[in-house]
């Protein structure tokens, strides 16, 4: 069974930053892409990162760009998301998402996996 575990989330303060984490158990395809989304308060899901599981190649939305790095533990199974500078914009549930078979966009249908999402909140 495939999943998707995210963990780090919680409450800081504008300027701090935290570290997501994402593990994930049951996925074999190596030409997989992982991402993660976020979606605000009373807001669409949007994207924030992906990397490529094979070769390490990232994107960025233009939003977190500079201020967020995205990075993987192959050992682990793991994805991070870095997120420095934080603003009280970056304010949202914060989702893992995988698509299996490779990179095929920056929206939420690309993808088919996700985890249960974990709540990010930033006081100014």
């Known amino acids: 069974q495939v999943r998707l575990v995210e963990s780090g989330g919680g409450l800081v303060q504008a300027g701090d930053s935290l570290r997501l984490s994402c593990t994930t158990s049951g996925l074999t395809f190596t030409a997989r892409a992982m991402a993660w989304f976020r979606q605000p308060p009373g807001k669409e899901r949007e994207f924030v990162s992906v990397?490529?599981?094979?070769?390490?190649?990232?994107a960025y939305a233009e939003s977190v760009k500079g201020r967020f790095t995205i990075s993987r533990d192959t050992a682990k199974n793991t994805v991070y998301l870095q997120m420095n500078s934080l603003k009280p914009e970056d304010t949202a549930v914060y989702f893992c998402?995988?698509?299996?078979?490779?990179?095929?966009?920056?929206?939420?249908?690309?993808?088919?996996?996700w985890g249960q999402g974990i709540q990010v909140t930033v006081s100014s």
């Open positions: 998402a995988a698509a299996p078979n490779g990179f095929s966009g920056v929206s939420p249908q690309s993808y088919s996996i």
């Open positions: 990397i490529f599981w094979s070769g390490g190649g990232t």
